[in-house]
């Protein structure tokens, strides 16, 4: 559904080459990240389902256990009071695609009772669009408030921050944050709306999928023609195209990474007048094909998306021989809008079937199917889950631009007819009476429930490559060396600066099978403009490495092939050059000695004008230590071995690694786990957590109160029940949204997130609340109107990959004290945060920055917050 045409956003190297896995505690339930199911029988597993809904199902004549739900607080109509999204499974996100015309907020019902867009309230999740402006983006630079336009306001960051709903709150306070994987948000919005995805949360391969939803306007009375320009979905996203590593490369762009629209539906063919077909209910399957003569001629040298299916306007795409086998059926679906409906999602390793209302486990048939060819690998891989209430753009009003007409009457809210072609716009058709009907514009969600086979699911075979000498103990720190792992990362291997072209991993139908295929479609202007790689391994100091990769092209010429750092000075530390022909060619280097522990990166220089038109193929690459050292592979697995004598992942008490990788309960002897769980059973009887007087137990294991307060999220103020949420400390007060803050101008605790942003970014997973990413040098996060008289003390809770980064704090632009990262804090995408402080003396009211300072490779890559004492 979410196509975006181009990212812009800071890379990175990605240190460690294994599959990191993972167990996340969900309320009710174990969540695991790797690309394997739990098994249901394992210990913590235990969930509290309503009574439409089942631990186990039987398709097919096989058995699938649950893994994951979210049942967003129990049975639908049930009462439950207004809570908050759990943050274990969700986050929000803000970003400008598909020129739809909404913007994604944060806002929730609980704390903002009058102008909310998500609400976890009477066993349903609701995203609801409202009409209203609101300007995500502080862009503009300024220096004075008379530069920033309508309800603009030059702030002492010297940038413009907006409030164009006129709610004394600043628009960027009010969106969803925007991570930089896809197109940035733009100011101007009339709408806004919700967005939630489970990426780096909830990530799994393979399985069944089912979900209860209703759509917008379902309220309207029966046989009511809705108004035009809603695009409600819930579909899945490619987990190697997140914004964080995760154990695995998370750099893939779309389309490579493939998208699945289990459901997405568009209002406006409701619309009669306008199709009388009525089939306003999609389902798309999208990944990349290769660009053929005509196809975005812009792009040249870019993939192009491929969805065979007819609906919404004949196909976006082809599905011809290119596609490597991969077919889609699906023509639209006309449904009832008024009712409940329920969605079946069937994904194995040869494809998918969609089912609706009738599902398999009851015998019911498909209503579509996909099938993956050698060519879709994306799907192949594990996916996350996206829910979204689109305002207008492709689907909602721009899908149908320049259809047929011979009046203006047959096209959306009466677009001119000229020259026989409507000219519809992204905004349109939109024809709501927002006034009358918008608590109606709403996408509303009973459940999600995902289940796997409790057989599990084939991997393919270890490369041979994995293990150079045989002995059974993988030795190779490339991973997916022989490109026949079935998941797609290693398509952002392909590195441009001023060069450009292509790579793919095809089935050369030989003894080989999959190798890696590489098109040079521009070299750009230097050796390194164009860069095959494998990147992010680490290499020890003093010690002995081999190395080599098998290689062929369609025309003899000279290769450059190195070891070079993976980050800037970039330092080659061994290089050679290999004569490549039209058959394959095994290029050996000569043996080398790393000089120093560091990461680094197995690069095939391919720039430069002799490369233009160049096709090369690679297989079999290999680096190893000279005597063999064993190197851990844990390529897709769960648990167990990984082949060193150490285990990747590990089983929870009372079960054990099963044949495929999950954990598998180990005997019959009742071993409880509460892990994830607040309060209820912990199937062995007893029960996990108790709740606070005056509240009870719910269906999904939370706590609420006998006289439905909801305390969920909030650091302090009234319960509702007359009690209080947390309380405040000495010279704090709770605020409007429950949170403690100073009596005075400065907080006790000043969030990263919440500050003005330059060069860096926010995103979920702080320690408190959120945190920022990419901070660096000359970066700044800044905050206005704090107070610092009486401060003797600033202490900035962050992480690093490197030592040696810093950051100073800055107040009206004079360095009050500098923070230096004199040991590493762990990874770059999610490391361990620590404490630095520094002693400070200032006073008055003012900005108070914190200023990245230039280090070759030491960034001060996290920010959590800043606390002042």
């Given at each position: 559904m979410k196509r975006s045409r181009s990212s812009s956003w800071k890379q990175f190297a990605v240190a460690g080459g294994f599959w990191a896995v993972g167990v996340i505690a969900g309320v009710g339930c174990a969540v695991a990240t790797s690309e394997e199911a739990m098994d249901p029988t394992e210990p913590g597993y235990e969930a509290s389902l309503e009574s439409y809904g089942s631990r186990t199902l039987t398709i097919g004549g096989q058995t699938f256990g649950l893994t994951w739900e979210d049942d967003f607080g129990g049975d639908l109509n049930k009462g439950q009071p207004k809570s908050y999204l759990n943050t274990q499974n969700w986050t929000k996100e803000n970003l400008g695609v598909n020129f739809e015309q909404q913007a994604y907020t944060n806002r929730e019902c609980p704390n903002n009772p009058n102008n909310w867009n998500y609400c976890v309230e009477n066993g349903k999740l609701t995203l609801l669009a409202r009409q209203e402006p609101l300007d995500c983006v502080v862009w503009q630079q300024c220096t004075s408030t008379s530069q920033c336009g309508t309800n603009g306001t030059c702030a002492s960051t010297g940038y413009c921050v907006y409030d164009q709903n006129k709610n004394g709150v600043y628009d960027h306070d009010e969106?969803?944050?925007?991570?930089?994987?896809?197109?940035?948000?733009?100011?101007?919005?009339?709408?806004?709306?919700?967005?939630?995805?489970?990426?780096?949360?909830?990530?799994?391969?393979?399985?069944?999928?089912?979900?209860?939803?209703?759509?917008?306007?379902?309220?309207?009375?029966?046989?009511?023609?809705?108004?035009n320009g809603m695009w409600p979905a819930i579909w899945l996203l490619g987990a190697n195209g997140a914004i964080t590593n995760g154990g695995r490369d998370d750099s893939s762009t779309w389309p490579m990474n493939g998208e699945i629209d289990i459901m997405e539906y568009t209002q406006i063919k409701e619309n009669k007048a306008l199709y009388p077909?009525?089939?306003?209910?999609?389902?798309?399957?999208?990944?990349?094909?290769?660009?053929?003569?005509?196809?975005?001629?812009?792009?040249?040298?870019g993939w192009e998306p491929n969805a065979c299916s007819s609906w919404p306007n004949n196909g976006d795409a082809k599905?011809?021989?290119?596609?490597?086998?991969?077919?889609?059926?699906?023509?639209?679906?006309?449904?009832?809008?008024?009712?409940?409906?329920?969605?079946?999602?069937?994904?194995?390793?040869?494809?998918?079937?969609i089912y609706i209302d009738n599902m398999p486990q009851n015998g019911g048939q498909p209503v579509g199917t996909f099938s993956i060819g050698d060519g879709a690998t994306e799907f192949r891989q594990p996916m996350y889950l996206i829910l979204n209430n689109a305002v207008g753009g492709e689907l909602g009003c721009l899908g149908w631009k320049d259809r047929a007409c011979t009046s203006s009457a047959q096209c959306a809210n009466g677009a001119a007819c000229t020259n026989g072609k409507c000219q519809e716009t992204a905004a349109s058709c939109i024809n709501i009476d927002w006034a009358a009907h918008g608590d109606k514009a709403k996408l509303e969600v009973d459940y999600i429930r995902w289940y796997h086979r409790n057989s599990g699911y084939?991997?393919?075979?270890?490369?041979?490559?994995?293990?150079?000498?045989?002995?059974?103990?993988?030795?190779?720190?490339?991973?997916?060396?022989?490109?026949?792992?079935?998941?797609?990362?290693?398509?952002?291997?392909?590195?441009?600066?001023?060069?450009?072209?292509?790579?793919?991993?095809?089935?050369?139908?030989?003894?080989?099978?999959?190798?890696?295929?590489?098109?040079?479609?521009?070299?750009?202007?230097a050796n390194h403009s164009v860069q095959v790689r494998q990147e992010g391994f680490q290499l020890q100091a003093g010690t002995s490495y081999k190395w080599k990769v098998d290689l062929k092209s369609n025309a003899a010429r000279t290769v450059p092939i190195?070891?070079?750092?993976?980050?800037?000075?970039?330092?080659?530390?061994?290089?050679?050059?290999?004569?490549?022909?039209?058959?394959?060619?095994t290029c050996t280097g000569p043996n080398f000695t790393a000089p120093a522990t560091d990461t680094y990166k197995f690069e095939l220089s391919l720039g430069g004008s002799a490369y233009t038109g160049a096709q090369l193929y690679l297989d079999d690459m290999y680096l190893g230590t000279t005597t063999n050292a064993c190197q851990p592979d844990c390529t897709g697995k769960l648990c167990g071995s990984d082949g060193c004598g150490g285990s990747c992942g590990a089983c929870r008490t009372g079960t054990t690694c099963g044949s495929w990788g999950q954990c598998v309960a180990s005997g019959g002897t009742c071993t409880p786990s509460c892990s994830g769980k607040v309060c209820g059973s912990d199937g062995c009887g007893g029960t996990c957590g108790t709740c606070a007087t005056g509240q009870t137990c719910n269906s999904s294991g939370q706590c609420t109160s006998t006289c439905t307060p909801s305390c969920s999220g909030k650091v302090c103020g009234s319960?509702?029940?007359?009690?209080?949420?947390?309380?405040?400390?000495?010279?704090?007060?709770?605020?409007?949204?429950?949170?403690?803050?100073?009596?005075?101008?400065?907080?006790?605790?000043?969030?990263?997130?919440?500050?003005?942003?330059?060069?860096?970014?926010?995103?979920?997973?702080?320690?408190?609340?959120?945190?920022v990413v990419a901070f660096e040098g000359n970066d700044t996060i800044c905050w206005s109107n704090v107070n610092m008289s009486g401060i003797t003390s600033a202490t900035a809770?962050?992480?690093?990959?490197?030592?040696?980064?810093?950051?100073?704090?800055?107040?009206?632009?004079?360095?009050?004290?500098?923070?230096?990262?004199?040991?590493?804090?762990?990874?770059?995408?999610?490391?361990s945060l620590t404490n630095l402080t520094t002693a400070v003396s200032a006073s008055g009211t003012g900005t108070l920055c914190l200023a990245g300072l230039t280090h070759p490779n030491g960034w001060v890559f996290s920010v959590d917050y800043l606390d002042l004492k």
């Open positions: 969106c969803a944050p925007f991570n930089g994987t896809a197109n940035a948000p733009t100011n101007g919005t009339k709408y806004t709306s919700g967005r939630i995805k489970s990426d780096e949360k909830v990530e799994y391969r393979y399985g069944y999928i089912e979900f209860r939803a209703r759509m917008p306007f379902a309220d309207l009375p029966a046989g009511a023609t809705p108004p077909s009525n089939e306003a209910m999609g389902y798309n399957v999208l990944w990349r094909e290769f660009p053929e003569a005509g196809e975005l001629a812009a792009n040249p040298g599905c011809d021989g290119d596609v490597g086998g991969a077919r889609a059926t699906w023509n639209g679906k006309t449904i009832d809008y008024h009712q409940w409906h329920t969605w079946g999602f069937l994904w194995d390793e040869n494809g998918f079937k084939a991997q393919a075979p270890r490369a041979s490559c994995q293990d150079i000498d045989g002995n059974g103990v993988p030795d190779n720190l490339i991973r997916n060396c022989g490109f026949n792992e079935d998941f797609t990362y290693h398509r952002a291997d392909l590195f441009f600066d001023g060069g450009a072209g292509l790579t793919e991993v095809i089935n050369e139908g030989g003894t080989r099978g999959y190798v890696q295929w590489v098109r040079v479609d521009n070299g750009g202007w190195k070891i070079v750092q993976a980050h800037d000075p970039w330092t080659a530390i061994a290089t050679f050059n290999c004569n490549v022909g039209t058959s394959w060619t319960n509702g029940c007359g009690g209080t949420c947390g309380t405040c400390g000495t010279g704090t007060t709770c605020n409007s949204s429950g949170q403690c803050v100073g009596t005075g101008p400065t907080p006790v605790r000043l969030e990263a997130e919440n500050a003005t942003l330059t060069g860096c970014f926010a995103e979920a997973g702080g320690d408190s609340g959120g945190k809770h962050v992480g690093a990959p490197y030592t040696g980064g810093q950051a100073q704090l800055k107040f009206n632009g004079t360095v009050l004290g500098t923070f230096t990262m004199s040991t590493a804090s762990g990874g770059w995408s999610s490391p």
